[in-house]
């Protein structure tokens, strides 16, 4: 057992069709070392930052009847994350400190975007 939390991890990429058990989870939490840990936003920033991403997921869906990236969109955009380029990637809560989203969620989500423009929606 590790110090990820794992029942976040695995709730958040519960909604990704990568999705493939725990052993996945083990295996991708083992490739981040060391863990990455800067600070998050404060919890209201988060908040809102939350609330209008789910605006625009909604927009999205009604314009475009997509909720979900496909596995190669997910896996490329996981993999510029993993990668901390931005310096903003936190392993240890697997969020984004930038905007402070959940990365499993915000990284599945069609109408999501990194907002550093690292990747785009899709
Ligand atoms: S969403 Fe963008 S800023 Fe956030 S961790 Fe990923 S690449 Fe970095």
Redesign the pocket.
């Given at each position: 057992m590790n110090k990820y939390s794992k029942p976040s991890y695995g709730t958040c990429i519960l909604v990704c069709e990568n999705y493939k058990g725990e052993q996945q989870v083990e295996d991708f939490l083992s490739e981040i070392k060391p863990i990455q840990s800067p600070k998050l936003p404060p919890l209201k920033t988060r908040f809102e930052n939350f609330t209008r991403s789910m605006g625009r997921v909604y927009i999205h869906l009604k314009k475009t009847g997509e909720l979900l990236v496909p596995r190669k969109k997910f896996n490329e955009r996981i993999e510029?994350?993993k990668s901390n380029?931005?310096k903003?990637?936190n392993s240890k809560r697997m969020s984004?400190?930038?905007?402070g989203c959940k990365?499993g969620r915000?990284l599945a989500l069609a109408a999501s975007n990194?907002?550093?423009d690292?990747?785009k929606e899709s």
């Open positions: 510029i994350c380029i931005c903003k990637f984004c400190a930038e905007c990365l915000k990194c907002p550093l690292y990747w």
